[in-house]
Every structure is written in structure tokens, then in C-alpha cells.
T-cell receptor, first 115, second 112 residues
């Protein structure tokens, strides 16, 4: 089975600082999804990466999938209190029995931003 | 915008009760999923469905069943609730192959 390891498990940064969260897979990634979760709420989709070397940005958040497709990073520039939450990466797994697609998730990185 | 709604935000049940959690999506998605989320264990897939009346077991189906009679609705059933089923339950839906999953707000279930 595919396992995703996120690092760090938690992160406390001063407002305005940059930060990076990593997601490492035990197997080749065929689709990597980043989500954000506010405490006690559902997950909000951020970005999806599929090709080795792919990089996507939205506002101050940039996600990359490395060439070998076994690691992804999420970088936040000039962090703000609104960035606080739990960031989860999810890897796509093809369920051959139904031709459908599932996600397996990392355990998350808890980000706190101090004003 | 895709909207995924769940029947309750908070639910308290007693051991042995039959519990129904309902999820509705309004974007005609084929795929629907039920997860539970626990501290230290992360998000784990219970069941998913890729079409009406179709269901597939996820990683932790024991103690649960599901029903999908209509495309927009996916129900999770705890036949006889136990304390170890106290958890946050999250429903999601997605469109087609490799589509991103859209999540509902979650139901925090406590079984006493």
C-alpha cells in the first residue's frame, strides 16, 4: 500500500515568514493533491499536481512535484494568520476493480502563524 | 461552486444504536466517499461509491455499511454503534477519473 509522510508534523511561524511543508511517498505519485483544513471542519482543495516537475501557484501558496514523482512540497510566502490550519497531502490510487480513483492521505501538518 | 452537505455537524449516540449519516452533493458527481478522521491516524477511507447502487470497501469498512440509492446521496450506516466509532466523519465527492475531491463540513460523532 502507498504511504505518505508529511514533515514537519507541526510548525509555528511568525507572520511574514516563509515556510515549506513536505510530503514524501513510498511509491511513485500519479496524482498529488493538497488540502487545507480548519480545525473541526472539512477539507478545502488547494492544488493538484500530476506531472513530474510540475509547479502550481495560487496567491501566496506554491506546490511542486519533484521529477521523480515521489515528493511534493508546499511553500507559503509571507505567511499570514489566515494561512493557519492543517495541511494535508493526498495521493491518487487507481482502484483497478472499478476503474475508479481513491486518495490516501498523509497525517497532516499543523501550521500556526503568530501575529 | 460544488456543495457537499452532511446531515449533522454534531451527533451523540449510545452504544448499540443504529446511526445514519447522510451526505448530499449538488454537482452530479459520480464518485462519493466516506472517511473518518482521528488524531494521530489521519484520514482513513471507509467506503466509496463510483455509481448509484455501487459500493466498494475502503481501508476500514468493518462495523459500517453504506447505501447509494440516488446519485446525489451517499449514506453511512453504523449498524450497532460502539465507543471506538467516536470520530469525525467526512464525506467527499468527485467528478470522473482523477477529479479532485470536494469535502463536506464533517460530522463529529460521539458514542457513549
Amino acid at each position: 500500500s502507498q504511504e505518505l509522510e508529511q514533515s514537519p508534523q507541526s510548525l509555528i511561524v511568525q507572520e511574514g515568514k516563509n515556510l515549506t511543508i513536505n510530503c514524501t511517498s513510498s511509491k511513485t505519485l500519479y496524482g498529488l493533491y493538497w488540502y487545507k483544513q480548519k480545525y473541526g471542519e472539512g477539507l478545502i482543495f488547494l492544488m493538484m499536481l500530476q506531472k513530474g516537475g510540475e509547479e502550481k501557484s495560487h496567491e501566496k501558496i506554491t506546490a511542486k512535484l519533484d521529477e521523480k514523482k515521489q515528493q511534493s512540497s508546499l511553500h507559503i510566502t509571507a505567511s499570514q494568520p489566515s494561512h493557519a490550519g492543517i495541511y494535508l497531502c493526498g495521493a491518487g490510487i487507481l482502484y483497478s476493480g472499478a476503474g475508479s480513483y481513491q486518495l490516501t492521505f498523509g497525517k497532516g501538518t499543523k501550521l500556526s502563524v503568530i501575529p | 461552486d460544488v456543495k457537499v452537505t452532511q446531515s449533522s455537524r454534531y451527533l451523540v449516540k449510545r452504544t448499540g444504536e443504529k446511526v445514519f449519516l447522510e451526505c448530499v452533493q449538488d454537482m452530479d458527481h459520480e464518485n462519493m466517499f466516506w472517511y473518518r478522521q482521528d488524531p494521530g491516524l489521519g484520514l482513513r477511507l471507509i467506503y466509496f461509491s463510483y455509481d448509484v447502487k455501487m459500493k466498494e470497501k475502503g481501508d476500514i469498512p468493518e462495523g459500517y455499511s453504506v447505501s447509494r440509492e440516488k446519485k446525489e446521496r451517499f449514506s453511512l450506516i453504523l449498524e450497532s454503534a460502539s465507543t471506538n466509532q467516536t470520530s469525525m466523519y467526512l464525506c467527499a465527492s468527485s467528478l470522473g477519473y482523477r477529479g479532485e475531491q470536494f469535502f463536506g463540513p464533517g460530522t463529529r460523532l460521539t458514542v457513549l
